[in-house]
C-alpha cells in the first residue's frame, strides 16, 4: 500500500523487477504524475510534478529512459507551469521521454508530436524501439518509434540531438483499445470491441521493424469537416 496517493493509474516494472513506474494522483493534487517506486526500499520518486495530465509510463531501453503520455505542451518539466496562464489546455496525447535517473535541465524528448492526434499506450519493444497505439487516421492503429540520435553542432566536442523515427506497423478497421507487449517482443495482448462485445486478443507478433504497412486511409472521423455554417 502506498498511503500518499489517491488513485494510482498505471504501473510498469522495470527489467530486473526492483523498480516500478507508476502513473497516480496524489492526495490533494488533481492531476496526475509520474512516479518511480523502489520495491526493497518503499521509496517514491516524483518524475514529473506540473498541472499536466501523465499516464501509461513505461521503462524501456533497460530502465534507463520513461515512456509516457500527455497533454504537456512542452518538453521542460516546470513545476511552476499555470493551469491559469493557458487559454486552453491541450486535449490531444502525445508521447514523451524522460532519461531516468532524470537530469537536472529536466528535459524531456518528444516521442510525438501531432495536432488533433492522440498518441497513447506506450509499450516497450525491443531495446530500441517503442510501439504506441495512435488515432492518426481516425482509428486506432499501432506504431512503432525508434530512438535515434544526430549531432547538432561542433565545439571542442560533438553535441547531439535525440528524437524518435515513427511508422505505421498494423492497419485495422476497427480500434485497438489497448495493448501489452510480452518482454521478449514476441506476443501481444490487445483488447478490441468487435460483434458488440469486448475481446482480449493473445498472439504472435511479427517483427515490426520489419514490417512495410501503407499508411492507413483516412476514416470518416478525420476526413469529415463539419460545416459551421450552412
Known amino acids: 500500500i502506498i498511503p500518499v496517493f489517491e488513485k494510482v493509474n498505471s504501473i510498469n516494472y522495470n527489467s530486473d523487477g526492483k523498480k516500478m513506474v507508476m502513473t ?61 496562464a493557458f487559454a486552453r489546455f491541450n486535449r490531444n496525447l502525445d508521447l514523451f521521454m524522460a532519461p531516468y535517473p532524470i537530469k537536472d535541465n529536466k528535459i524531456l524528448v518528444r516521442v510525438t508530436k501531432t495536432n488533433d492526434v492522440n498518441e497513447d499506450h506506450p509499450q516497450r519493444y525491443g531495446n530500441d524501439y517503442v510501439a504506441y497505439l495512435s488515432d492518426g487516421n481516425g482509428i486506432y492503429n499501432r506504431y512503432i518509434a525508434r530512438y535515434d540520435s544526430s549531432i547538432a553542432f561542433v565545439d571542442t566536442t560533438a553535441h547531439y540531438r535525440y528524437f524518435y523515427k515513427s511508422k505505421v506497423v498494423s492497419n485495422y478497421d476497427r ?56
Open 24 to 84: 497516480g494522483v496524489k492526495r490533494g493534487k488533481g492531476q496526475s504524475d509520474v512516479f518511480v517506486f523502489g520495491i526493497n526500499t518503499g521509496a517514491v520518486e516524483q518524475i514529473t510534478n506540473d498541472v499536466w495530465d501523465d499516464k501509461n509510463a513505461v521503462f524501456v531501453r533497460d530502465g534507463k529512459q520513461i515512456v509516457f503520455a500527455s497533454n504537456r505542451l512542452y518538453d521542460t518539466l516546470r513545476a511552476t507551469d499555470d493551469a491559469n
Open 175 to 230: 480500434n485497438i483499445v489497448d495493448q501489452q507487449i510480452s518482454y521478449n517482443g514476441e506476443f501481444v495482448a490487445e483488447c478490441i470491441y468487435a460483434n458488440r462485445n469486448d475481446m482480449l486478443l493473445v498472439s504472435p507478433l511479427p517483427k515490426l521493424n520489419e514490417l512495410v504497412i501503407v499508411d492507413p486511409v483516412l476514416t470518416w472521423e478525420r476526413s469529415y469537416v463539419s460545416p459551421a455554417v450552412t
